[in-house]
Each structure stands twice: as structure tokens, then as C-alpha cells.
């Protein structure tokens, strides 16, 4: 029953690897920012239909809860940009879920319910990532696991709320209760999932460079490996290469169908740093995704080699680690004419 449901999932997945697609995939995040924009303006209108403590925490609770979501979607989107229309679809409907909480007061399990179907969303939002996240590396893949196991969590404890707040007496003290209970439920999810995709993230980056240079030259990689065109084979490949004048230029892997004419991520950047004038090279950076790091293949070493020598600094990039090589240590009888 999985594999179905991962296969219509996969259906559904943003292929940007096509002009087309990218302008579908920035209109797609333009309109979540924009219906956020809609919630926020609108439910001001609310203050004035506030008739006493009671609604104006509710409405309170609301907000946080949107701003909390805002917060978490856009820096959610900087790091893990979502490919997938049926997340989007799951982003509109908790746009309506949102409105939802900030426009209703009363009856108590009615709010309840709206939360408890927030979580839901969150989850099956999680759920829909797990199934695209496969060729990104098991590291990544557990860090999705724990979030959606989170929501799932969070999802259950609402649930349970609903079902204790009816053995409540029909008391404002009750009513208070259950508010109180749900702030304490948004603000700890929140935190618990920016500890998920943020500390536990951050255990498994590079801690530190051995200077500027080589971190800038593995960012620059890095931003060039998301440009790829790898339709074919989803494997991912950016290029940094530093001449000796200072300039860094980029370039990524791009698939065609016949393969035979497929460029590689070094062979783009060399090609950009030919084009410039640029004579020598003093270092290369090359980033994937996955959970191995990957060195240039045999051919890029040989072109490496003869713009930079064998004292030219490799550095091998993942998300995870890296480690660096001359390449004297890569191609120890490079060719020469």
C-alpha cells in the first residue's frame, strides 16, 4: 500500500530541471507567501470582533500559531525547497486551517478539532517529503523520519485533547485550560522541529573549513550543484573553481537524453573560467548531495590538471563532510605533451 501511494506521490513531483517547471515552481511558493500575507491582513480585522478576554487569547494563540508557521515556512523553503505539488496543495489547505483558527472562538472542541487538523497537515506534509527524499542520503532522509514521527506525536496529543476536553465540566476554567494546553503544544512543536532540521542538521555539516576560501569555494559549489539538470539520473553535481586572480567560477552537471553529451559540473566551470581568460587555477570545489563524497572523474582530473598542476588543491563536498586532496594524490602521472 505504500509503494502505491509513494508512486502517485512521485507523479506529482516538480521536475525544475525545465524552464517551465521553474516558473510553475516559483508560482507555486509566491502564492503560499501571498495567501500568508491575505491571513495576516485580514485577521486584524478580527480585534474589533473581540468581546473579551477569553477571544482576544484565542485570537492571540491564532496569530502566534500563523507567524510560528510563516517563521518555519520560510526558512523551511531557503533550506529544503519543497518539490512537490501535493505540498503546495498541503500548504493551501493550512492557509484555510489558519483562517480558520484566527476566525473562530467558539465552541471550545471546534477550535480543538482546527489544531488537531493543523497537525495532521504537518504530518502528511512530512510524509509526502519522505517519499521524495531518497536520493538526497540516508542522513537527510532519518532527519524527515524524526519530523514526521514528531508531527504524528503532536497530531495524537490533540486528538487526545479533544477527547478529554469533552469530560470537562461546560466551565470557562475548563475553556482556559484547553487554550493554555494548546500555546504550550505550537511553541513546543515549534521547537522541537527547529531542533530536528537545525541542530541535528547541523551535527552532520562540515563544523569548520580550514579558511574562508575553501568554505566559500564549497557554498559556491554547492548553489551550483541545485542548478543541475540531472533528469536522468537525479544525481547532482556542482563545480567551483578559483583562479589565481581571485575569481571563483561555477558550473553544474547537465543531463541530455543520450547521455553521450551529457556535461559534467567540472567541465561547465572550466569552461566558464576558459571563456574569462583565465589562465591558472589555484583550487576546485565539488559538492553532491548524497551521503558519499565524490572526487572528479578520471577525465576532469586530467582537465583539472593541466589548468592548475600538481599542487592544485581538490576539495571533495557533501552536506555531511569533506576532505581534500592536490592533485599530485589524484592523477599521480597526470599527462602532459
Not at 470537562?168 to 527547529?194: A, G, K, Q, T
Request: a neutral charge.
Amino acid at each position: 500500500m505504500f509503494n502505491y501511494f509513494s508512486k502517485i506521490i512521485l507523479l506529482c513531483e516538480i521536475d525544475r530541471t525545465t524552464l517551465g517547471k521553474n516558473k510553475e515552481y516559483r508560482s507555486l511558493g509566491e502564492l503560499v507567501t501571498i495567501l500568508f500575507a491575505v491571513i495576516f491582513g485580514m485577521g486584524l480585522s478580527e480585534l474589533a470582533e473581540v468581546k473579551n478576554g477569553y477571544d482576544l487569547i484565542v485570537l492571540i494563540l491564532g496569530y502566534i500559531t500563523v507567524i510560528l508557521s510563516w517563521w518555519g515556512y520560510n526558512w523551511g523553503i531557503i533550506r529544503h525547497p519543497e518539490t512537490n505539488v501535493l505540498n503546495y496543495i498541503i500548504d493551501v489547505l493550512l492557509m484555510a486551517v489558519y483562517w480558520w483558527l484566527i476566525y473562530l472562538r467558539h465552541p471550545l472542541w471546534l477550535i480543538l478539532l482546527g489544531y488537531t487538523i493543523m497537525f495532521m497537515l504537518y504530518w502528511i506534509w512530512e510524509v509526502v517529503r519522505l517519499c521524495n527524499e531518497n536520493a538526497l542520503g540516508s542522513i537527510k532522509r532519518k532527519i524527515i523520519q524524526d519530523a514526521s514521527r514528531m508531527n504524528l506525536l503532536f497530531f495524537t496529543l490533540s486528538a487526545a485533547l479533544i477527547m478529554i476536553s469533552w469530560h470537562f465540566p461546560r466551565m470557562r476554567l475548563s475553556e482556559w485550560i484547553c487554550i493554555v494546553v494548546l500555546f504550550v503544544f505550537v511553541v513546543v512543536y515549534r521547537v522541537l522541529i527547529y531542533r530536528i532540521y537545525h541542530d541535528k542538521g547541523s551535527q552532520e555539516r562540515p563544523s569548520t573549513y580550514v579558511n574562508d576560501l575553501e568554505e566559500t569555494l564549497a557554498r559556491r559549489a554547492r548553489d551550483a550543484a541545485s542548478n543541475a539538470r540531472v533528469h536522468l539520473s537525479d544525481f547532482r553535481v556542482g563545480a567551483a573553481i578559483v583562479a589565481e586572480s581571485g575569481i571563483i567560477y561555477t558550473g553544474c552537471n547537465i543531463e541530455f537524453d543520450n547521455y553521450s553529451n551529457t556535461i559534467h559540473a567540472e567541465e561547465a566551470a572550466i569552461s566558464a573560467f576558459v571563456n574569462a581568460g583565465e589562465k591558472k587555477a589555484s583550487a576546485v570545489a565539488v559538492y553532491t548531495f548524497g551521503d558519499d563524497i565524490a572526487f572528479p572523474c578520471g577525465m576532469c582530473r586530467q582537465s583539472l590538471f593541466e589548468l592548475g598542476g600538481e599542487k592544485m588543491k581538490v576539495l571533495a563536498c557533501n552536506p555531511h563532510r569533506y576532505e581534500k586532496r592536490t592533485m599530485e594524490e589524484l592523477l599521480p602521472a597526470g599527462f602532459k605533451l
